[in-house]
Structures are given as C-alpha cells and as structure tokens.
C-alpha cells in the first residue's frame, strides 16, 4: 500500500512520520500523475487559502476530486476546510467531498491554539485522544451520510463518510497513531 501526502504547503513532513511508524510507503504529491500509484492521500494542515491557490494552479484540483470517487481521503484542519462542502463567512471554493460546513479560525483569537482531550469512537469503544488545535475551524453544520467518530464539548471533531475522513486538529503532531491506523485501515478496507 502506498499513502500520498499533498505536500504543496503546510505540515506534511509529520504525516510521513506516523505512516513510517505504521510500515506504510508514502510519497510526496505535488503534481497530479504523481497520485496514479496512490491508494490513499492525505491533505495536511496549513493555510487552506494558500492550499487552495497551490492546488489549483498545479491542476490537482480536478484530479483530487478524481482520485476521492474511489480511494480514500483524510483531510487534517485545512484539509478537512478543503475537503468541506462549504467554508461558512468566506467565499473558498472548496472540492466538495464531504457533507459538512465549515467555519474557519472558528475557535477566535484568545484561544487560537490548544491541547484538550477529545473523545473518539474509532474501533468499537470510546477513547480519549490528544486534540492538538491549531486555528482550527469548526463543524458547523453536518450532512447526510456523515459518521461522527470524535467530539469536543459539543463540537465534531473527527467525522467521515464512505470515502472521506476529517480531523479538526493535528494527529500527527502526537506520538499515537491510532487515528492514522484508522486511515490506513478504511483504504484497506475500499480495496
Ligand atoms: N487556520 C487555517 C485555515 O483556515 C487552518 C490551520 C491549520 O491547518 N492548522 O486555513
């Protein structure tokens, strides 16, 4: 199996990381034909603006949605904005995979950044999970076909449908790979 990472901008380096932990091949994707040999890809966190902007202009917009018709997708903080059906109070086009508004830098600037425990139910039982928030956007609204698989107070934090999984915070900026085995396992699972 081999995991592409969009490496446009933003914190990709960390994702290779916990996927290296894991015994899974990755590769760096930056041009569209670099995701033929892909079986799943992660949109990592950064500057959803400046993602967007990279992501049209190397024509990976188009094939992005391509690609998550039929291989999963995991989108962490910007990703998950990209991957949203709408950015609320903006005008970001955003690729529309999964069901769920977003608002952006949701959480105001006192609180901008933050660790909390957040809890998930990703194999059958309710777990708590390191939440690392960074300028995180909010779920603000949640559509047909969505599981919800983590919450913070009352907000959703990590949710998915058949092919989409999303993440309001940072994963890979802890030492627990479970959210990412829990990737891994759902394109095992679309094979
Ligand atoms: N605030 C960023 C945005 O709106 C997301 C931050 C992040 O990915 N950590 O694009």
Redesign the pocket.
Known sequence: MKIGILALQ??FELHAQMLAILGVDTVYVRKPDQLVSCHGLII????????MKLMREGGLFESISDFAADKPVFG????L?MLAMD?INDNLVTLNLIDLSVE??AYGRQIDSFIDSVEIRINGAIDSFEGV?????KIVAVGEGIDILGTHSDDVVLAENDQVFVATF?PELTNDVRIHQYFVGKIRKSR
């Open positions: 933003g914190g990592p966190g950064g500057e959803s603006t400046t993602l962490t903080c910007a990703g904005i950015s952006r830098n928030f960074i300028r995180a956007p940072h």
